[in-house]
């Protein structure tokens, strides 16, 4: 075994002669149970046999810049395997991650521009995960044209590692993230840490709000599995449902086709607190209509989603929820909600319409009850999908 320093030239010449692999890590999706992606870790296997971890190389190799050979040089095969795995099942994404550097300069973009163009990679299925803490280090407009033109090319971008940098928050103001990864080290600390347990739960509330998703990496204990089933978490990543592992064995492990605790009860409560919220702007905006008001409309609100579709709480019935379908209280607050849609339109119509206060306020509180019965029903699905949640989540004792 080699215990010399790692060099710049030991990792020119590894990487010339190919001694670079990637091992993929399983993501689960919280809402369906199964296996919905893996992102590619890199790993340097020395002839002899020795595997070294990215934690020994690619602080040196991001220090001196020779990241961006390390990853122009991996992509064609993370292209070949993700080819492979899509062939298998064509509905699983493959995330790498990225240095910020990479985007220094246009190179990267053009390769994957490539892959893309030649049919060899679905944009929808490729993330490229990058750490908070390289996007603050770039100020550079250069890495912010490219990251945006990448989005624009439909590829996901992830924010990894997220909780340990110190501008997470504005940084996902400004640039194209549509993934939230919640830092591993947050994750395991909030079994000591109520303080821990409340910033994830509002970080996945946050990220939920901005209509992105999260997932939660370095899961090792089926309790931290379900807190964040129950928490609206949307993924989840850790070694309680698999290692990294080379491309062979995470064939296997598709082709298990294993199915973990999934129903997602977190997102019903989101669904609860999106129907508040929904109401609330209503309310707000017919009596600052028919009441007037202060509304401040230098703040850009959300906007109101009148259509029943696609208001947060229907997007989730439409989507996600259909996991819930054939549940009593599932299928009864379709119509319900529709209704309150119905009354929804009806009511802004009327205080546009300038009618008088009585009939506004009387309108207001058919609304409220008919929010009455939507919120009643989401708490009966709760109820039953947490009655209905199986005792032992399978797969984790094998
Ligand atoms: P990351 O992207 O945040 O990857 C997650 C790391 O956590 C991986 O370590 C993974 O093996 C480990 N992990 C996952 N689940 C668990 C768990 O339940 N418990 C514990 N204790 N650990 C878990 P790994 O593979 O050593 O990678 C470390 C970091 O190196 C990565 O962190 C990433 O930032 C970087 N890295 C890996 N591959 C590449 C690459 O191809 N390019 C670049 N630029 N960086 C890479
Ligand atoms: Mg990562
Ligand atoms: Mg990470």
């Keep these: 075994m080699e215990t010399h320093k790692i060099t710049l030239t030991d990792m020119a010449m590894g990487l010339a002669r190919n001694e670079f692999v990637y091992y993929y890590q399983p993501k689960i999706s919280l809402v369906s149970g199964k296996i919905n992606g893996a992102e590619a870790l890199i790993r340097w296997a020395k002839p002899g046999g020795t595997l070294i971890p ?10 001196t810049g020779f990241i961006t050979e390390i990853s122009r040089a991996m992509f064609p095969r993370l292209v070949a395997d993700m080819v492979i795995v899509n062939d298998i099942n064509e509905a699983l994404a493959i995330s790498f991650n990225l240095s910020a550097q990479d985007f220094n300069s246009p190179e990267m973009l053009d390769l994957i521009r490539a892959a893309i163009d030649s049919h060899q990679v679905n944009p929808q299925r490729l993330q490229v995960e990058l750490t908070e803490a390289s996007i603050i280090n770039s100020q550079d407009t250069a890495v912010r044209e490219n990251l ?9 971008l992830a924010m990894d590692d997220y909780g340990t940098g110190y501008a997470s928050i504005d940084s996902l103001s400004q ?6 990864k919640i830092d591993q080290g947050l994750i395991r600390r909030m079994s000591g840490s109520e303080k821990c347990t409340t910033i994830v739960q509002a ?5 939920h709000q901005l209509g992105i998703g ?23 990543q850790g070694f309680l449902m698999g290692q990294p592992m080379t ?3 995470l064939l296997l492990f598709i082709k298990k086709d294993q199915r973990w605790s999934g129903l997602p009860i977190g997102l019903i409560h989101m669904a609860q607190l999106d129907h508040i919220q929904w109401r609330k702007n209503l309310i707000d905006q017919v009596t600052s209509t028919s009441f007037g008001g202060t509304r401040d409309v230098e703040i850009r609100d959300m906007t109101m989603e009148m259509d029943h579709h696609t208001c947060r709480l229907g997007k989730w019935y439409y989507g996600a929820g259909q996991e819930f379908g054939g549940h009593a209280p599932f299928d009864r607050l379709e ?3 529709r209704t309150l849609h119905d009354i929804g339109k009806e009511l802004l119509l009327t205080a546009k319409n300038g009618a008088s206060r009585d009939e506004v306020t009387a309108m207001m509180r058919r609304l409220t009850k008919q929010s009455g019965i939507v919120l009643e029903m989401l708490q009966e699905l709760e109820n039953e999908a947490l009655m209905n949640q199986p005792a032992q989540i399978p797969g984790f004792n094998d």
């Excluded at 945006?148 to 996901?156: I, N, P, R, S």
């Excluded at 640039?175 to 939230?180: H, K």
């Design 335 to 337: 119509e319900a909600h």
């Design 247 to 249: 491309l062979g064995d």
């Design 203 to 207: 970080s996945i509330r946050m990220a």
């Design 214 to 236: 999260t997932v939660a990496e370095g899961i090792e204990t089926s309790s931290i599995y379900d807190f964040l089933l129950h928490a609206g978490c949307t993924e989840a």
């Design 148 to 156: 945006h033109e990448l989005a624009g090319l439909g590829v996901t």
């Design 175 to 180: 640039w194209p993230f549509s993934i939230l």
């Design 54 to 63: 990215p934690g020994e190389f690619i602080p040196l190799a991001e220090s």
